[in-house]
């Protein structure tokens, strides 16, 4: 019996020049992939208005909408920012390279166009897209506040109630500017100094509190942050008020919410180890679950509904 069929990639191929259109559309579609043509900026726009690739790949001059000013809108745009953009230069193009970076493409190639190595780049990038696509839209599932920054503290995505969080503490804010508030800048820079995973730091404003925790440093230089917004009193009642369960349940059960240890919780709340498990036993009970996270995000549901 033949297995089920793999993923084909898409590629949306983006160039005015049509011999070099058709020459990396017959190389892709040889190698099985399915190619999207747009002859100019206008016409990828358009076209991306109807269906997803998971990967482009974007001539940098063009007449009208060059690639640079495509790629800016494209990545304006929350339903497609996550797709690898990757540039096409002429060898004396230098410096289109810096600019390909700045408008957020992840790659580029030289024209004319080392076909294997082209395909090469396609099908690395198009995978890490579709990663972090899937574990972006996981994240979001779980009600999960998270943010990723580069190593210096600028902006590369959150989720939605991450974003939400963030502007509730300072007005105004949306990821639609790329950059994040100051304030987050320098938190995400004083959890890297300690260089301990599971460190925190708060962001304290008038208008709330945020705790950052850092849960990851790769190697690509992406730092995974996870957002709590502290306002323990209100939203123990919450939980203990939506989820019929008792104030020292609602207590273990926030501080698990905000991804706390059960050695962190009993530190916060003075009992043992062993009577934070006990009460974590009875919460599992009542709410139907069987492990810490799916408690951990019926529990973020309650508080934020």
Not at 169 to 197: D, H, M, N, T, Y
Not at 266 to 274: A, E, G, K, N, Y
Request: aromatic share 4%; charged share 25%; with cysteine.
């Amino acid at each position: 019996m033949d297995g089920l069929p793999s993923h084909s990639d898409t590629v949306l191929l983006v160039d005015d020049e049509h011999d070099s259109l058709r020459l990396m559309r017959d190389a892709l579609e040889a190698a099985g992939i399915t190619v999207l043509i747009a002859t100019s900026g206008e016409a990828a726009v358009r076209l991306l208005a109807h269906i997803v690739p998971d990967l482009i790949v974007m001539d940098a001059v063009m007449p009208g909408m060059d690639g640079f000013e495509t790629t800016v809108m494209i990545k304006k745009n929350p339903k497609l920012a996550h797709i690898p953009i990757i540039f096409m230069t002429g060898l004396t193009e230098s410096e289109h390279v810096v600019e390909a970076f700045e408008v957020g493409g992840v790659d580029y190639v030289r024209k004319p166009a080392n076909i294997q190595e082209l395909l090469a780049r396609v099908r690395v990038h198009a995978e890490h897209g579709r990663v972090r696509h899937a574990s972006v839209a996981s994240l979001d599932a779980t009600g999960r506040l998270m943010l990723a920054t580069d190593t210096r503290g600028r902006f590369l995505w959150c989720t939605p109630l991450a974003e939400q969080a963030i502007a509730r503490v300072v007005p105004g804010w949306s990821k639609e500017e790329e950059v994040l508030p100051l304030p987050f800048q320098s938190a995400v820079q004083r959890l890297l100094a300690r260089g301990a995973p599971e460190g925190s730091v708060r962001v304290e404003q008038p208008l709330g509190t945020l705790e950052l925790v850092l849960i990851a440093q790769h190697r690509d230089n992406n730092v995974l942050v996870r957002l709590n917004e502290l306002n323990p009193d209100e939203h123990a009642a919450r939980l203990k008020q939506r989820l019929q369960v008792t104030d020292r349940e609602a207590e273990v059960l926030l501080w698990l919410s905000y991804g706390k240890s059960s050695i962190d919780i009993s530190d916060v709340l003075s009992i043992s180890p062993r009577t934070v498990q006990k009460h974590l036993e009875r919460i599992f009970e009542k709410l139907g679950v069987e492990t810490r996270a799916a408690a951990a995000a019926l529990a973020i549901r309650a508080i934020d509904r």
